[in-house]
């Protein structure tokens, strides 16, 4: 199902972010350092940004108000996992993937500043996932 334009510009304009961070100061430093450069970026590009955005899960019935918690939310659409580790494994990608389950949320990022091939990789690919960028679709 393809994007429409608007979460097509956002995710341009988030990877766009994602690569000037990285080329800026590289490889090798905190997650929240990165997190907040990232959030930086992509609040000058005109985008509302949230850090640290609670995600509640429900069960039984009732609402578990600090189930989960989001590093980046842009424009109260699209949520941003940043890592910084070597490779991710699938537990760093089921994370994401829950917060789209559980939320409204539609498209989600998984950056990982730490990742040697700093560019967009494919869900699909077997793990661990060696690239830096990875997009995934709920529901568009």
């Known amino acids: ?8 510009q956002i995710g341009y304009d988030i990877i766009a972010s994602a690569f ?5 100061i590289g490889r090798g430093l905190r997650e ?8 930086y970026e992509i609040s000058q590009k005109g985008y509302e940004v949230k850090r640290q955005v ?9 609402v578990v108000e600090e189930a989960y918690k ?7 659409r699209v949520i941003i996992e940043v890592k910084a580790v070597g490779q991710m494994k699938e537990n760093e990608c089921r994370q994401l993937l829950t917060y789209l ?7 989600g990022y998984l950056i990982n500043f ?14 661990p996932y ?7 679709v709920n529901n568009i």
């Open 114 to 127: 730490g990742a040697k091939l700093f560019k967009p990789g494919k869900v699909s690919e077997t793990m």
């Open 20 to 24: 000037e961070v990285r080329n800026s």
């Open 130 to 136: 060696k690239n830096g960028i990875y997009r995934f």
């Open 32 to 39: 929240k350092f990165y997190e907040g450069a990232l959030a």
């Open 54 to 62: 609670l995600i509640p899960a429900i069960y039984k019935g009732v």
């Open 101 to 107: 389950k559980l939320s409204d949320y539609r498209l």
């Open 1 to 8: 199902m393809p994007l429409n334009e608007e979460y097509v």
């Open 70 to 76: 989001a590093d980046i939310v842009v424009d109260n």
